[in-house]
T-cell receptor, first 117, second 113 residues
Framework: SQTIHQWPATLVQPVGSPLSLECTVE??????LYWYRQAAGRGLQLLFY??????ISSEVPQNLSASRPQDRQFILSSKKLLLSDSGFYLC????????????????FGDGTRLSIL | ELKVEQNPLFLSMQEGKNYTIYCNYS?????LYWYRQDPGKSLESLFV?????AVKQEGRLMASLDTKARLSTLHITAAVHDLSATYFC?????????????FGKGTLLTVNP
C-alpha cells in the first residue's frame, strides 16, 4: 500500500527566514505530487503540482517555490517568509496513470502547520 | 475559470436529523470528490463519483452526481455527533495524467446532541 509522509508537523518561523517543507511518498512510482495551502477559514488553494522529476507547475504567483529532486520527493521552499505565508500546508499524491486507477482520489499527508512571527 | 460552490457553509444539526449539502460547479466535469476534514487534521477521502447518476453510500453518508446539472449532493441520514467535521467537494477538470482539483470552500457541520 501507499503512504505519504510530510514534515515537520508544526513550524514557527520569523518573518524573513527561509522555509523548507518536505514530502515523500512510498509504495508507488511516478506519482503526481501536489502542494496545497489552507489558510484560516478552510479553503484549499493549489500552489504547485508535479507530474515528474524536475517538472513543476505553479498555480499561484507567490513567495514560494517547489522542487522535485527525486521521483517520490516534493519540497516546498521560500527564501524569505512573509506573514501572509502562515497557514496549513498539505502535500498530496495521485496515480499518474488514470486508466486503472480512475476511481482513486488524491491522497493527502498529515500537513504542516506554519506560523510566521 | 472553474468555480465550485458549496452550500451551506455552516450547518448545525440535531442528532437523528437528515440534511443535504450541495456542491455546484461551473464547468463540465465527470469526476467529483468528497473529502472530510476533522479540526486540525488532514483531508480524508470519502467518495469518488465518476459518472452522471453515480451514487455512493458509506454508513450515514450518501453522495450523488448529476453532471448535466453540474451538481453533487452529500446526504446525511440520522446524523450522529461523530459526523461533525468540515466536508469539501472537489472537481477535476483536467484530462489525462495531469489532473488538478478545485475545491469548494467547505461545509462546517456540527451535530448537536
Amino acid at each position: 500500500s501507499q503512504t505519504i509522509h510530510q514534515w515537520p508537523a508544526t513550524l514557527v518561523q520569523p518573518v524573513g527566514s527561509p522555509l523548507s517543507l518536505e514530502c515523500t511518498v512510498e509504495g508507488t512510482s511516478n506519482p503526481n505530487l501536489y502542494w496545497y495551502r489552507q489558510a484560516a477559514g478552510r479553503g484549499l488553494q493549489l500552489l504547485f503540482y508535479s507530474v515528474g522529476i524536475g517538472q513543476i507547475s505553479s498555480e499561484v504567483p507567490q513567495n514560494l517555490s517547489a522542487s522535485r529532486p527525486q521521483d517520490r520527493q516534493f519540497i516546498l521552499s521560500s527564501k524569505k517568509l512573509l506573514l501572509s505565508d502562515s497557514g496549513f500546508y498539505l502535500c498530496a499524491w495521485s496515480f499518474r496513470d488514470r486508466g486503472p486507477y480512475s476511481n482513486q482520489p488524491q491522497h493527502f499527508g498529515d500537513g504542516t502547520r506554519l506560523s510566521i512571527l | 475559470e472553474l468555480k465550485v460552490e458549496q452550500n451551506p457553509l455552516f450547518l448545525s444539526m440535531q442528532e437523528g436529523k437528515n440534511y443535504t449539502i450541495y456542491c455546484n460547479y461551473s464547468t463540465t466535469s465527470d469526476r467529483l470528490y468528497w473529502y472530510r476534514q476533522d479540526p486540525g487534521k488532514s483531508l480524508e477521502s470519502l467518495f469518488v463519483l465518476l459518472s452522471n447518476g453515480a451514487v455512493k453510500q458509506e454508513g450515514r453518508l450518501m453522495a450523488s452526481l448529476d453532471t448535466k446539472a453540474r451538481l453533487s449532493t452529500l446526504h446525511i441520514t440520522a446524523a450522529v455527533h461523530d459526523l461533525s467535521a468540515t466536508y469539501f467537494c472537489a472537481v477535476d477538470i483536467s484530462g489525462g495524467s495531469n489532473y488538478k482539483l478545485t475545491f469548494g470552500k467547505g461545509t462546517l457541520l456540527t451535530v448537536n446532541p
